[in-house]
Nanobody, 126 residues
Framework: QVQLVESGGGSVQSGGSLRLSCAASAFTFSSYSMAWFRQVSGKEREGVAAIDADGSTRYAGSVQGRFSISRDSAENTLYLQMNSLKPEDTAMYYC????????????????????WGQGTQVTVSS
């Protein structure tokens, strides 16, 4: 059974950094498309960063230059390094995975991903 477990969330002041991790199990991690999404209560889930099996990455405009997504296939772990955090980055962050490779215009569509973690909360105070 595919399992994704996020960790690394917490509370930080504006300008600070956090690194999120997503431990994956029970699937061929290296061949899957992976992504980070975030969601604020009452709002739609939005894509933050995505990485495909070849290591190509894509970022939402709001985090470009501040966030970095990476994957370690030896450890079956997905990472999201978040720097220069802002209060508007406050959200629940989710890890997502799917066995398919997507066209780049669709990597931030939540409906594309078949597997999700339980989320980790990130709170940024001003």
């Amino acid at each position: 059974q595919v399992q994704l477990v996020e960790s690394g969330g917490g509370s930080v002041q504006s300008g600070g950094s956090l690194r999120l991790s997503c431990a994956a199990s029970a699937f061929t991690f290296s061949s899957y498309s992976m992504a980070w999404f975030r969601q604020v209560s009452g709002k739609e889930r939005e894509g933050v960063a995505a990485i495909d099996a070849d290591g190509s990455t894509r970022y939402a405009g709001s985090v470009q230059g501040r966030f970095s997504i990476s994957r370690d296939s030896a450890e079956n772990t997905l990472y999201l390094q978040m720097n220069s955090l802002k209060p508007e980055d406050t959200a629940m962050y989710y890890c997502a995975a799917d066995s398919r490779r997507f066209a780049w215009w669709s990597v931030f569509l939540p409906s594309k991903y078949g597997y999700w973690g339980q989320g980790t909360q990130v709170t940024v105070s001003s």
